[in-house]
């Protein structure tokens, strides 16, 4: 059971240049989310979705868009990266929207754009 | 304006103390999250809690919804505790506010 992936681990960018993380899991949850972490900071949602084929917006959007075409694949994408978006990338899931109901990260991307 | 902070952000204990965590939030939360980040930086969920107390193993964490303040301890630090430890807040729908982490090193 390998709960959540993320692909890649680490990603070296040039400004301009585009790029997919990918994130999958295994549990069929519902529920899946991509954050950003930066110093002195906490985490930050990006987007999420609340199931297959859905897509929100959350707190810092702007330079990243997602997709959700199969309910165990979150998807983020990058279309002209900037240095500003160099951080470290997480992805979460959770089973339900339940109040309370337990998150599950992957292992985070490190992301540098030059 | 954080909705969620935690104090210290940086801790250094000997090995065997107790440690004590705390997170205070601004605003109503359903539910209330502590998780640890180790070197390497994979995060894990220690507990979710909305009242009163929870424990396994050596980690106790607590909630006092009235004032709005939460605190997590260890005790009997042993060297592996060495993480940073995150409290989130999760409200009703899909947000969860984070607060900026405790770094804790135990020293041996």
């Known amino acids: 059971n390998a709960g959540v992936t993320q692909t890649p681990k680490f990603r070296v960018l040039k400004t301009g240049q585009s790029m997919t993380l990918l994130c999958a899991q295994d549990?069929?949850?519902?529920?899946m989310y991509w954050y950003r972490q930066d110093p002195g900071m906490g985490l930050r949602l990006i987007h999420y979705?609340?199931?297959?084929?859905?897509?929100a917006k959350g707190e810092v959007p702007d330079g990243y868009n997602v997709s959700r075409l199969k309910k165990q694949n979150f998807l983020l994408g990058l279309e002209s990266a900037a240095p500003s978006q160099t951080s470290v990338y997480f992805c979460?899931?959770?089973?339900?929207?339940?109040?309370?109901?337990?998150?599950?990260f992957g292992s985070g991307t490190q992301l540098s754009v030059l | 304006k954080n909705e969620v902070e935690q104090s210290p952000q940086n801790l250094t204990a000997q090995e065997g103390e107790f440690i004590t965590i705390n997170c205070s939030y601004s605003?109503?939360?359903?539910?209330l999250h502590w998780l640890q980040q180790h070197p390497g930086g994979g995060i894990v969920s220690l507990f979710m809690?909305?009242?009163g107390k929870k424990k396994h193993g050596r980690l106790i964490a607590t909630i006092n919804i009235q004032e709005k303040h939460s605190s997590l301890h260890i005790t009997a630090s042993h060297p592996r505790d060495s993480a940073v430890y995150i409290c989130?807040?999760?409200?009703?729908?899909?947000?969860?506010?984070f607060g900026t982490g405790t770094s804790l090193t135990v020293i041996p």
């Open positions: 989130a807040g999760g409200y009703t729908g899909n947000q969860f506010y």
């Open positions: 979460a899931s959770s089973y339900s929207r339940r109040d309370g109901e337990k998150l599950f």
């Open positions: 979705s609340v199931g297959e084929g859905t897509t």
């Open positions: 549990m069929n949850h519902e529920y």
């Open positions: 605003v109503g939360i359903s539910a």
């Open positions: 809690l909305s009242s």
